[in-house]
């Protein structure tokens, strides 16, 4: 059995003060196949579908496709706010290597 994936207290609260749930619309974490590390990572506000898995916290929701699931195994979910920029970042058990961009891996 795969651990889901883990939101941190801080992107949920991210996700509060930019008003996502307002909308009905929650966090989509998607992977598909590209970029420079073979697979990249879809951040993006959208509706949840059906067969998504959905976590909740803090009044909002971070869903994920079945099909990003398993690459999302015992993954954590965060909000990173640095010098560099304000971002939602995922630090991937699964991950073999990544590219700079943070938004790019090879498993």
């Known amino acids: 059995m795969q651990l889901p994936p883990k939101v941190t207290d801080r992107a949920f609260e991210r996700l509060a003060e930019i008003g996502a749930g307002e909308d009905g ?3 989509r ?4 196949g590209g970029g420079c590390s073979g697979f990249q990572y879809d951040i993006r506000l959208d509706n949840p579908e059906g067969e998504d898995l959905v976590l909740e916290g803090h009044g909002q929701r ?11 195994a015992g993954a ?3 909000f990173s ?10 630090e991937n ?3 073999t290597s990544s590219c ?6 090879s498993i």
């Open 76 to 78: 954590v979910i965060d």
């Open 25 to 27: 619309k929650a966090l």
């Open 93 to 95: 058990p699964n991950a």
């Open 100 to 105: 700079g961009c943070g938004t790019s891996f």
């Open 62 to 72: 971070v869903v994920v496709d079945p099909v990003s699931l398993p690459f999302l």
């Open 81 to 90: 706010d640095e010098l560099i920029g304000a971002r939602f970042v995922i």
């Open 29 to 32: 974490v998607a992977v598909e």
